[in-house]
């Protein structure tokens, strides 16, 4: 019996092990989800600058911005009711 219990902690100190490192694969992932999207948005910013006239080009940034905020909350939204 103790031998099982001595095989049960060393399988369970494997799963946090793990459990952390994929966490960590996450956080860098995410990190690197972030810098893209930021980088996605100021070119997509000067692209709009490059195609459009100075006349349109707030109104064009603003939708894209607009956009930008539904698709955020949406999926805000699908995390949260995940969660709950």
Known sequence: MENRTDEQKEEAKFMDITRYFRFG?????????????????FFAMATISTLFSD????LVQA???ACVIVVVIYFLRTVILKEK
Do not use: E
Request: hydrophobic fraction near 65%; glycine fraction near 4%.
């Open 25 to 41: 694969v996450f956080i860098i992932l995410m990190l690197l989800l972030l810098v893209a999207t930021f980088q996605f948005y």
């Open 55 to 58: 006349k349109y080009q707030s």
């Open 63 to 65: 939708g894209f911005a």
